[in-house]
């Protein structure tokens, strides 16, 4: 079965940095969108950026815009969230998610067909 296995989460201070790691099995892996997520509780999960099957396209919140970048390794099935100057705001669980899909990254959770169990994220002040 399709397996997604976040990993990289942590405590840092604020202005670090992380990168978060996707594993992804039981699926074509160069086939999907991958994307990055986030929630923190009692608020809907949040998209934080997308990535194209081939890595040619790209997509991102705005909160996150010139701080995260998102890559992946289609020969490994992994896909990367680098996360540059981290705030408190950006504390939450981080869930990587597949979408099958030949065009751009959506947004929209409701696209994603797979989901891993996510990975926390905690940036203190």
């Known amino acids: 079965q399709v397996q997604l296995v976040e990993s990289g989460g942590g405590l840092v201070q604020a202005g670090d940095s992380l990168r978060l790691s996707c594993a992804a099995s039981?699926?074509?892996?160069?086939?999907?969108?991958m994307g990055w997520f986030r929630q923190t509780p009692g608020k809907e999960r949040e998209f934080v950026a997308g990535i194209r099957w081939s890595g040619g396209v790209t997509s991102y919140a705005d909160s996150v815009k010139g701080r995260f970048t998102i890559s992946r390794d289609n020969a490994k099935n992994t896909v990367f969230l680098k996360m540059n100057s981290l705030n408190p705001e950006d504390t939450a669980v981080y869930y990587c998610a597949a979408d099958q899909s030949w065009g751009a990254p959506s947004s929209s959770a409701v696209s994603y067909e797979y989901w891993g169990q996510g990975t926390q994220v905690t940036v203190s002040s």
């Open positions: 039981g699926l074509t892996f160069s086939t999907y969108v």
